[in-house]
């Protein structure tokens, strides 16, 4: 090596020595960051321990509610809307109006051949008397021939009366006996018509009633009023719209009546009964809102079982996807009343599954059904008409129901 070279080598910065300070708080850095992870994942570890592995959250949930479509039972023409979107209406105001020109004209008709029904019916009950009369009559008439013939033949043998008198007076006994025959087999016919009923019950006046009845649910359908209360949705009708019967023209959505459908993730669902509770908040009030119920059922299958399309999981492309189970929670009335929710929200959903005592499905009796009751007065109306009709023909009073007439013009609200 030259003399150069080595000078360069010499004069070559060297770098510099790693003072003790600078390794030492290097060190205790790490040594810090190390025991904060640590005890965070103790603290988690401890946290989950004894507290979070007891409940079940997910954000896959929303409200789900009845939502009760509005159909007409007969046929016709929109002459009158009494609603619109989002308006609240109660069970049995009357929402839609069709036209009832046709309807009422049939119920008059029916409402005439009751009447002339009952009429019809109560002259059979009177002709059992005059029958009964007529059969007195030709027994009289059968008597009087009898004891003419026997008075005839006592003194046939005198010669006082001639063969050909007392031939004419058996012939007139024939006769008297055949009419009476006649007699008691019209009574008999007519009887047959009367026995065992009133004019009331009788079959032609029963089927008289019914056509009236059939006629007044007809024409009292064609107002179709509110089934149960609630709000307003989904209105696609229009004032002269031709409607068929069946035929979706609005739907009612009772808002106090709503729950939640929560999409649970199959292995969230091992712990969970009926009956938990649950807590709840809304994405449209924040977590300011809290809402608590319980668990109410568990549906029947996942999600994808009861799409429009199925998976088809015996194909050769299968991968494994973990399915979720709608697990329905049952709202507390009063926070709903306090803050209501609407069909469709977003709500992040958390389930105490500490204790499990209750069922995994449902084992009770059914629930009680949802119903409506505004049909029914339509048919007790019907029946007060056709009472009506009866008292009035059959020599009885009124019951002071409207006719056809009286309910002509249609309900606007």
């Known amino acids: 090596m030259s003399n150069n070279q080595q000078a360069a080598g010499t004069n070559a910065p060297q770098p510099a020595p790693a003072t003790p300070n600078t390794n030492g708080k290097r060190k205790r850095m790490l040594l810090s960051l190390t025991a904060a992870v640590v005890v965070a994942g103790i603290g988690y570890g401890v946290y989950w321990g004894l507290y979070a592995r007891h409940f ?27 609603a619109d979107d989002t308006q609240l209406v109660t069970a049995g105001q009357p929402l839609i109006q069709l036209d009832r020109a046709d309807t ?93 009923t009133t004019v009331e019950q009788h079959p032609n006046v029963q089927r008289a009633a019914a056509n009236l009845r059939s006629a007044y649910l007809s024409f009292a359908r064609s107002t179709m009023p509110a089934p149960v209360t609630g709000y307003v949705a989904k209105r696609s009708v229009q004032v002269g719209q031709r409607v068929a019967a069946g035929a979706p023209l609005m739907a009612v959505v009772p808002l106090d009546q709503v729950w939640v459908d929560a999409n649970f993730k199959e292995v969230q669902i091992t712990h969970m009964r009926i009956g938990q509770p649950v807590t709840l908040e809304a994405d449209v009030y924040g977590s300011k809102v809290e ?53 469709g929200l977003s709500m992040n959903v958390t389930v105490d599954v500490r204790r499990e005592e209750g069922a995994a499905m449902v084992s009770a009796a059914p629930a009680k059904p ?16 056709i009472s009506r009709i009866i008292g009035a023909n059959n020599g009885g009073h009124s019951t002071g129901l409207p006719t056809a007439s009286a309910n002509a013009k249609p309900a606007h609200t």
């Open 56 to 82: 079940e959250t997910t954000d896959d949930a929303y409200v789900a509610g009845n939502v009760v479509q509005v159909t007409p039972l007969v046929g016709g023409t929109v002459v009158s809307i009494a």
């Open 104 to 196: 009422q004209v049939a119920m008059e008709q029916a409402e005439a051949q009751l009447a002339q029904a009952v009429r019809e019916v109560r002259t059979l009950y009177v002709n059992n008397g005059s029958l009964a009369a007529n059969v007195a009559m030709r027994e009289a008439d059968v008597a009087k021939a009898r004891d003419d013939l026997r008075r005839r033949q006592a003194i046939a043998g005198s010669g006082a009366v001639s063969n050909e008198e007392i031939s004419h007076a058996q012939s007139a006994l024939k006769a008297a006996e055949s009419a009476l025959l006649a007699a008691r087999e019209q009574l008999a016919s007519n009887k047959v018509l009367t026995d065992q």
């Open 291 to 343: 809402y608590h119920g319980k668990v109410a059922g568990f549906s029947a299958g996942t999600g994808s079982a009861f799409s429009l399309l199925p998976a088809q999981n015996a194909t050769g492309n299968w991968i494994k996807v973990v399915q979720r189970l709608p697990v329905r929670i049952a709202l507390d009335a009063q926070q709903l009343k306090d803050h209501p929710l609407r069909v």
């Open 370 to 385: 949802m119903q409506t009751d505004v049909y029914e007065k339509v048919a007790q109306d019907a029946d007060q008409l």
